[in-house]
T-cell receptor, first 111, second 115 residues
Framework: GQNIDQPTEMTATEGAIVQINCTYQ??????LFWYQQHAGEAPTFLSY????GLEEKGRFSSFLSRSKGYSYLLLKELQMKDSASYLC????????????FGGGTRVLVKP | DAGVIQSPRHEVTEMGQEVTLRCKPI?????LFWYRQTMMRGLELLIY????????DSGMPEDRFSAKMPNASFSTLKIQPSEPRDSAVYFC?????????????FGSGTRLTVV
């Protein structure tokens, strides 16, 4: 089966850095996505890693280690608007490609 | 581009009634996905289509759920009869088949409440 684990909730201070970890055990792994979801809204794409290493995109970075089944999302210079849920999703190559999501990590940014 | 369009945004219905959710994917996208999101179970994939053909419906909870994609620009998810435990937010998403590193684009979702 597919198993994706991430912490349920994290709290951080405005201006700080937060790292959200994700571990996965999947068959047919074909890449790792991170999505952001504000309350009451749809998930929106943040990042995609298919090779090992760090991908940086402005204040957000994502890291992948395929051998360890591990990824993290790093949020720097936190802003109040970063308060949201962050979803880790494994791309599974089956008949086509499908995304399987973790339960999400709710990040609360405090002033 | 208008993005993925779902209707209705909110639906309140009585137990036993039929519910139909609608989705228009992004033009040119050839894969379409139906997800359900609840606090308890997170985002669950129900079914997905490639080029209008259902590929994997193993996530459909039971026979009360059915989905169709009669053409490249329209899909429906139907629940008949509906039950209170079906209350959730239902998302439709679309993508290019190869994904290209951009993942899925989600619609705004339909919040379904079955009373």
């Amino acid at each position: 089966g597919q198993n994706i684990d991430q912490p349920t909730e994290m709290t951080a201070t405005e201006g700080a850095i937060v790292q959200i970890n994700c571990t996965y055990q999947t068959s047919g792994f074909n890449g790792l996505f991170w999505y952001q979801q504000h309350a009451g809204e749809a998930p929106t794409f943040l990042s995609y890693n298919v090779l090992d290493g760090l991908e940086e995109k402005g204040r957000f970075s994502s890291f992948l280690s395929r051998s360890k089944g591990y990824s993290y999302l790093l949020l720097k210079e936190l802003q109040m608007k970063d308060s949201a849920s962050y979803l880790c999703a494994a791309l599974i190559k089956a008949a086509g490609n499908k995304l399987t999501f973790g339960g999400g990590t709710r990040v609360l940014v405090k002033p | 581009d208008a993005g993925v369009i779902q209707s209705p945004r909110h639906e309140v219905t009585e137990m036993g009634q039929e519910v139909t959710l609608r989705c228009k994917p992004i033009s040119g996208h050839n894969s379409l996905f139906w997800y359900r999101q609840t606090m308890m179970r997170g985002l669950e994939l129900l079914i997905y289509f490639n080029n209008n053909v259902p590929i994997d419906d193993s996530g459909m909870p039971e026979d009360r759920f059915s989905a169709k994609m009669p053409n490249a620009s329209f899909s429906t998810l139907k629940i008949q009869p509906s039950e209170p435990r079906d209350s959730a937010v239902y998302f439709c998403a679309s993508s290019l088949g190869g994904l290209g590193g951009y993942g899925y684009t989600f619609g705004s979702g339909t919040r379904l409440t079955v009373v």
